[in-house]
């Protein structure tokens, strides 16, 4: 009852101060900039690459609005440079200084050790696996419920990387996107640990551990230098598993397409994963009859990724859900439970801890329960503070 109540509290807490202090909200505001800034910078890059691909003046009249955005060619990109600045900051010790801060935070309020607090903190500016390397000497060290904990903070937060990537498409749907997912990110950590804990309680004491250096970089230009070309891997992994996915569900809704329809609609694989998924956004506070919208990108996001489910809630008709489902649900949507991102994880944890690969891998399925149900509790506070 005291981990809840905590966990609880600490959530309510940092979403109060969040969404409710001007300070902050101006710290959003500008970070919105930020990331308009960053656009305008990788579209210049893009444009030297790719000409009017990555986003140049047209050779040609554009006859239909938008026709000559390509996906893969303006908007992956920002990845590469995100990736850059992200290893240029940890070389200059500035992220793992917040991280660190983070961790202290996390480690005290919640009464987990310094090991798993500093994974948690870790995983709100960079990626399941990336986070880890923060504790590697550490992981062998962890309990069960410890080790089931770093796996379901990597499924319930997202990473810096692809954040200002989403906060680009989510723009069009909620204000001050980029500050709401990272402020996604950093509730989920105290759901996470609440939700890991109920699930597989703490047997012994906690694991201790002192901020291990992840990455070592000889130089500025080293860590530029590989931070980019890191994160041109992961780009062209997403960009891999969309193109797969897209296919599959396109495949699936033609075999679904033969069976009889269903209310005088053929039956498809959203409209399923919406009637599976309806009552969980119901339970998050979104009315019933938005019920079923919501829950068809919770299902896409669980079933393939969430990047998918994004780029959908962006294109939905603007009357299909109001502007508080649709704050509600970005907050679900914001963590990488998904089976592509289980494979990640497993593989990633493995290769850290080979000794430890069997419980690994039995506790993977669970995982993104534990880290379903966090985003989802974070998703449930903020729609009551949303009627307040």
């Given at each position: 009852?005291?981990?809840?109540?905590?966990?609880?509290?600490?959530?309510m807490?940092?979403a109060l101060i969040?969404l409710?202090v001007?300070?902050f909200?101006?710290?959003?505001?500008?970070m919105?900039?930020?990331?308009?800034?960053l656009q305008a910078?990788?579209?210049?890059g893009?444009?030297?690459v790719?000409?009017y691909l990555?986003?140049?003046a047209?050779?040609?009249?554009?006859?239909?609005?938008?026709s000559?955005?390509?996906l893969?060619?303006?908007?992956f990109p920002?990845?590469?440079v995100l990736?850059?600045l992200?290893?240029l900051?940890?070389?200059?010790r500035v992220?793992?200084w917040?991280?660190?801060g983070?961790?202290?935070?996390?480690s005290?309020?919640?009464?987990?050790?310094?090991?798993?607090?500093?994974s948690g903190?870790?995983?709100?500016?960079?990626?399941m696996?990336?986070?880890?390397?923060?504790?590697?000497?550490?992981?062998?060290?962890?309990?069960?419920?410890?080790l089931f904990?770093v796996?379901?903070?990597?499924?319930?937060?997202v990473a810096g990387t692809?954040?200002v990537l989403?906060?680009?498409?989510?723009?069009?749907?909620?204000s001050d996107a980029v500050g709401?997912i990272?402020?996604?990110s950093?509730m989920s950590?105290?759901a996470a640990?609440?939700i890991?804990?109920?699930?597989?309680p703490?047997?012994?004491?906690?694991?201790?551990s002192?901020?291990?250096?992840?990455?070592?970089y000889?130089?500025?230009?080293d860590?530029?230098?590989?931070?980019?070309?890191?994160?041109?891997q992961?780009?062209?992994?997403?960009l891999a598993?969309?193109i797969?996915?897209i296919?599959?569900?396109?495949?699936t809704?033609?075999i679904l397409?033969l069976?009889p329809?269903v209310g005088?609609?053929?039956?498809s694989?959203?409209?399923?994963?919406g009637?599976?998924m309806?009552p969980?956004c119901?339970l998050?506070g979104i009315?019933?009859?938005e019920?079923?919208?919501?829950?068809?990108?919770m299902?896409?996001?669980t079933?393939f990724?969430?990047?998918?489910?994004?780029?959908q809630?962006?294109q939905?008709?603007?009357?299909?859900?109001s502007?508080?489902?649709?704050?509600?649900i970005?907050?679900?949507l914001?963590?990488?439970?998904?089976?592509?991102?289980?494979?990640?994880?497993?593989g990633g944890?493995s290769a850290?801890?080979?000794?430890?690969r069997k419980?690994?891998?039995?506790?993977?399925l669970?995982s993104?329960?534990?880290?379903?149900l966090?985003?989802?509790m974070t998703?449930?506070?903020?729609g009551?503070?949303?009627?307040?």
């Amino acid at each position: 009852m005291r981990l809840w109540l905590a966990a609880v509290g600490l959530q309510m807490a940092l979403a109060l101060i969040f969404l409710k202090v001007p300070l902050f909200q101006t710290m959003f505001g500008v970070m919105n900039k930020a990331v308009l800034a960053l656009q305008a910078a990788t579209t210049a890059g893009t444009s030297f690459v790719f000409g009017y691909l990555g986003g140049a003046a047209l050779p040609f009249e554009e006859l239909q609005p938008g026709s000559s955005y390509i996906l893969a060619f303006q908007a992956f990109p920002l990845i590469i440079v995100l990736g850059a600045l992200t290893a240029l900051l940890s070389h200059w010790r500035v992220l793992p200084w917040i991280i660190e801060g983070l961790a202290k935070i996390f480690s005290r309020t919640l009464n987990i050790g310094g090991a798993v607090a500093l994974s948690g903190g870790a995983n709100i500016f960079i990626g399941m696996v990336e986070a880890p390397l923060f504790i590697r000497n550490s992981i062998k060290q962890l309990s069960r419920s410890e080790l089931f904990m770093v796996m379901t903070l990597g499924m319930s937060t997202v990473a810096g990387t692809v954040l200002v990537l989403y906060s680009t498409f989510l723009n069009q749907v909620i204000s001050d996107a980029v500050g709401h997912i990272l402020t996604a990110s950093i509730m989920s950590v105290p759901a996470a640990v609440m939700i890991s804990l109920t699930m597989i309680p703490q047997d012994g004491e906690p694991t201790s551990s002192d901020a291990e250096v992840a990455f070592d970089y000889s130089g500025p230009m080293d860590a530029i230098t590989q931070g980019a070309v890191s994160a041109m891997q992961m780009m062209l992994g997403i960009l891999a598993l969309i193109i797969t996915f897209i296919a599959l569900v396109t495949l699936t809704n033609s075999i679904l397409d033969l069976l009889p329809n269903v209310g005088g609609t053929a039956l498809s694989l959203e409209r399923i994963l919406g009637w599976i998924m309806a009552p969980l956004c119901w339970l998050m506070g979104i009315p019933w009859e938005e019920a079923t919208s919501a829950g068809t990108l919770m299902g896409v996001k669980t079933v393939f990724n969430e990047f998918l489910a994004f780029i959908q809630q962006s294109q939905l008709p603007a009357d299909t859900l109001s502007p508080r489902s649709d704050l509600i649900i970005t907050y679900a949507l914001c963590g990488f439970a998904n089976f592509g991102s289980l494979g990640i994880l497993i593989g990633g944890l493995s290769a850290m801890a080979p000794e430890r690969r069997k419980e690994i891998t039995q506790m993977g399925l669970l995982s993104i329960v534990s880290g379903t149900l966090a985003t989802c509790m974070t998703a449930s506070v903020i729609g009551v503070l949303t009627v307040v």
